[in-house]
């Protein structure tokens, strides 16, 4: 593939429960497979003195409490309120804002409102008219998403255009390979506060092939036990076969068999268009969440009208209004209800399974950055992946839904493997440096395989170099990089209750990360979205304070160009 200068787009999210930051995911995943080169965070980690240099930002917020902004948004929304700030100050800046919110309240989507109006004010250009998605509608905030996005794509693409000869991307997420059982080890000591597992996959004989960073799509699958109660709750034969269309072809065929004059008894003859046909309970297993994410309010509004009891009606009803919008939360969103437990506490509701795959949460991949080099594991692949147990504010256990599957379909997918290939590995100087924070993306284990990797490849000729005669091939200069970042890298394996951070090891380690970033190092920064990147930002500024002799703002400016050039990279994850 012709390596492309690919654009820098930022991406700022301000997101209370997640749903904002699962969209702005969605548009880094996207920009990534488009070749552009997203960078993206909370509003609070991105240091605000840095956006009148930005040419391209996408933010994405929610509105939470009564018309506020999210929390880890706050800070940066402060100073954008500045009223000091010159009406030109954002001149040379392009942006789009998403809003997430909820029309039933009176303050809707006000949080996004008030950016847009915010950004232009400042002089910054918009991008396409802001989009706002409503947990109202009955498909979500994905309903305006979807298009929203679709435009995003075309108008940016239309004043960043590829080079010649460099074909547009298509947006493919069926491109997948679907991989045999894996193994498990775990990788954090057995008293550390996080358990995460280092997942193999033998990918001997697959023929498949990937790159470091690229991504790995788990499939996770309901547990055969909820899978089962719910068919029962549902009054559901498991056996049964059921076919599956999108409801507005449905609705048409529905008005064409009506202007024919013909009723199809069975619906079979029918079939052109169909999107599958499986019985009740694949069905159930695989498309419904009925033990991961917390059903929005809609599911509740539907409920309501195909309950019997009396009284279980009037709760979802009162759910379903807006005084009962803050009861909901506290029931559902806060405890991390699930559908089977809604659908259990409700159990008088029978909802027929067609309005339930209307309203319902559907069970959607979980990617994960792979942590491994094929390199130095020829014919393997492996994922880091953190078990999430927690306990709600009512002390319910609640577990990751991937924690609690006992099996999960695995798939590959390449993304931005390539970036990090193109760009670290096969260039001239080939040096990393990176610091890494328990994260399950970019990792220590994903760090030291990249660069064993790195060793195994001769700079600038990657294509040639092969794991036998990797050895040889590493460079001096490449191997003292890798021992230097690994250094660094191991403020990051601390015991717990330490508070030695990777910023005290910057600072203490000064003088080499700056002849490092002479050399033209290139610097990965995985951990905590809270507050890791900007302190990192703010420590390697003091670097080029101390050891580089510039000044305060020649300093910031550095760090600032090193982002420009593609040099410096953020996966940071909350
Ligand atoms: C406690 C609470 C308060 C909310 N307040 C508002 C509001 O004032 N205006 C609005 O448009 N949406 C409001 N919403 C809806 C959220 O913006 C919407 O659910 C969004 O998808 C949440 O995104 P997040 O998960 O990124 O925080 C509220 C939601 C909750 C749970």
């Given at each position: 593939m012709q390596e492309v200068d690919k654009t820098r787009l930022l991406i700022l999210y301000g997101s209370q429960t997640g749903n904002a930051q699962d969209v702005a995911e969605r548009v880094a995943r996207e920009a990534r497979l488009l070749l552009f080169a997203p960078s993206i965070m909370p509003m609070d980690a991105y240091p605000l003195q840095h956006l009148p240099d930005e040419k391209l930002v996408v933010l994405v917020t929610a509105t939470t409490g009564q018309g506020d902004p999210p929390d880890n948004m706050r800070k940066f929304w402060r100073m954008l309120l500045r009223k000091n700030l010159p009406g030109d100050l954002l001149a040379g800046l392009q942006y789009a804002v998403f809003g997430l919110g909820d029309s039933g309240y009176v303050k809707y989507n006000v949080a996004a409102k008030k950016l847009d109006r915010r950004l232009a004010a400042l002089g910054a250009e918009p991008l396409l008219e802001r989009g706002l998605g409503d947990d109202q509608h009955p498909s979500g905030y994905e309903a305006s998403l979807d298009p929203w996005l679709q435009q995003l794509w075309a108008v940016l693409r239309q004043r960043c255009p590829l080079p010649p000869g460099v074909q547009q991307p298509v947006l493919d997420e069926a491109a997948l390979l679907q991989l045999g059982p894996p193994k498990y080890k775990r990788v954090t000591a057995a008293d550390h506060f996080q358990d995460t597992r280092h997942i193999e996959f033998d990918l001997q004989g697959s023929g498949f092939d990937y790159q470091p960073g690229d991504l790995l799509a788990v499939f996770p699958r309901t547990p055969a036990a909820d899978v089962e109660a719910a068919l029962l709750r549902l009054g559901l034969d498991g056996d049964a076969w059921l076919r599956v269309e999108p409801a507005e072809q449905q609705q048409q065929q529905q008005q064409q068999q009506q202007d024919n004059g013909t009723q199809h008894a069975n619906g079979s003859s029918s079939a052109a268009g169909a999107v599958c046909e499986a019985t009740a309970r694949a069905i159930v297993q695989g498309v419904l969440d009925l033990s991961g994410c917390s059903p929005r309010r809609y599911l509740f509004q539907v409920l309501s009208h195909f309950v019997s009891n009396a009284m279980q009606q009037k709760r979802l009803q009162y759910f379903a209004t807006a005084e009962g919008r803050d009861d909901l939360?506290?029931?559902?969103?806060?405890?991390?209800?699930?559908?089977?437990?809604?659908?259990?506490?409700?159990?008088?509701?029978?909802?027929?399974?067609?309005?339930?795959?209307?309203?319902?949460?559907?069970?959607?991949?979980?990617?994960?950055?792979?942590?491994?080099?094929?390199?130095?594991?020829?014919?393997?692949?492996?994922?880091?992946?953190?078990?999430?147990?927690?306990?709600?504010?009512?002390?319910?256990?609640?577990?990751?839904?991937?924690?609690?599957?006992?099996?999960?379909?695995?798939?590959?997918?390449?993304?931005?493997?390539?970036?990090?290939?193109?760009?670290?590995?096969?260039?001239?100087?080939?040096?990393?440096?990176?610091?890494?924070?328990?994260?399950?993306?970019?990792?220590?284990?994903?760090?030291?395989?990249?660069?064993?990797?790195?060793?195994?490849?001769?700079?600038?000729?990657?294509?040639?170099?092969?794991?036998?005669?990797?050895?040889?091939?590493?460079?001096?200069?490449?191997?003292?990089?890798?021992?230097?970042?690994?250094?660094?890298?191991?403020?990051?394996?601390?015991?717990?209750?330490?508070?030695?951070?990777?910023?005290?090891?910057?600072?203490?380690?000064?003088?080499?990360?700056?002849?490092?970033?002479?050399?033209?190092?290139?610097?990965?920064?995985?951990?905590?979205?809270?507050?890791?990147?900007?302190?990192?930002?703010?420590?390697?500024?003091?670097?080029?304070?101390?050891?580089?002799?510039?000044?305060?703002?020649?300093?910031?400016?550095?760090?600032?160009?090193?982002?420009?050039?593609?040099?410096?990279?953020?996966e940071a994850w909350s």
């Amino acid at each position: 593939m012709q390596e492309v200068d690919k654009t820098r787009l930022l991406i700022l999210y301000g997101s209370q429960t997640g749903n904002a930051q699962d969209v702005a995911e969605r548009v880094a995943r996207e920009a990534r497979l488009l070749l552009f080169a997203p960078s993206i965070m909370p509003m609070d980690a991105y240091p605000l003195q840095h956006l009148p240099d930005e040419k391209l930002v996408v933010l994405v917020t929610a509105t939470t409490g009564q018309g506020d902004p999210p929390d880890n948004m706050r800070k940066f929304w402060r100073m954008l309120l500045r009223k000091n700030l010159p009406g030109d100050l954002l001149a040379g800046l392009q942006y789009a804002v998403f809003g997430l919110g909820d029309s039933g309240y009176v303050k809707y989507n006000v949080a996004a409102k008030k950016l847009d109006r915010r950004l232009a004010a400042l002089g910054a250009e918009p991008l396409l008219e802001r989009g706002l998605g409503d947990d109202q509608h009955p498909s979500g905030y994905e309903a305006s998403l979807d298009p929203w996005l679709q435009q995003l794509w075309a108008v940016l693409r239309q004043r960043c255009p590829l080079p010649p000869g460099v074909q547009q991307p298509v947006l493919d997420e069926a491109a997948l390979l679907q991989l045999g059982p894996p193994k498990y080890k775990r990788v954090t000591a057995a008293d550390h506060f996080q358990d995460t597992r280092h997942i193999e996959f033998d990918l001997q004989g697959s023929g498949f092939d990937y790159q470091p960073g690229d991504l790995l799509a788990v499939f996770p699958r309901t547990p055969a036990a909820d899978v089962e109660a719910a068919l029962l709750r549902l009054g559901l034969d498991g056996d049964a076969w059921l076919r599956v269309e999108p409801a507005e072809q449905q609705q048409q065929q529905q008005q064409q068999q009506q202007d024919n004059g013909t009723q199809h008894a069975n619906g079979s003859s029918s079939a052109a268009g169909a999107v599958c046909e499986a019985t009740a309970r694949a069905i159930v297993q695989g498309v419904l969440d009925l033990s991961g994410c917390s059903p929005r309010r809609y599911l509740f509004q539907v409920l309501s009208h195909f309950v019997s009891n009396a009284m279980q009606q009037k709760r979802l009803q009162y759910f379903a209004t807006a005084e009962g919008r803050d009861d909901l939360y506290r029931y559902n969103q806060r405890e991390r209800r699930s559908l089977l437990e809604v659908l259990q506490d409700f159990s008088s509701a029978a909802p027929p399974l067609e309005r339930l795959l209307e309203a319902a949460p559907l069970l959607s991949p979980r990617q994960f950055s792979l942590a491994s080099s094929p390199a130095a594991h020829p014919g393997r692949a492996a994922i880091l992946v953190a078990v999430v147990a927690w306990a709600t504010p009512t002390k319910r256990l609640r577990k990751g839904l991937l924690t609690s599957c006992p099996s999960a379909d695995f798939y590959y997918r390449q993304e931005w493997g390539q970036l990090m290939q193109q760009q670290a590995l096969q260039q001239q100087h080939g040096l990393i440096v990176a610091f890494s924070r328990h994260s399950p993306q970019l990792d220590q284990q994903q760090l030291l395989d990249m660069l064993q990797q790195q060793q195994q490849q001769q700079p600038g000729n990657a294509a040639a170099s092969s794991a036998a005669d990797g050895a040889g091939a590493a460079t001096e200069q490449a191997a003292a990089a890798a021992a230097a970042a690994a250094a660094v890298a191991a403020a990051e394996v601390r015991p717990p209750g330490s508070r030695v951070y990777v910023t005290h090891k910057l600072r203490e380690q000064g003088a080499m990360v700056w002849q490092l970033l002479q050399q033209g190092a290139w610097v990965y920064v995985s951990g905590s979205a809270e507050k890791m990147p900007a302190a990192v930002v703010s420590a390697l500024e003091d670097v080029a304070q101390q050891h580089g002799g510039l000044t305060r703002e020649a300093a910031a400016k550095y760090i600032r160009q090193l982002e420009l050039s593609g040099r410096y990279h953020v996966e940071a994850w909350s």
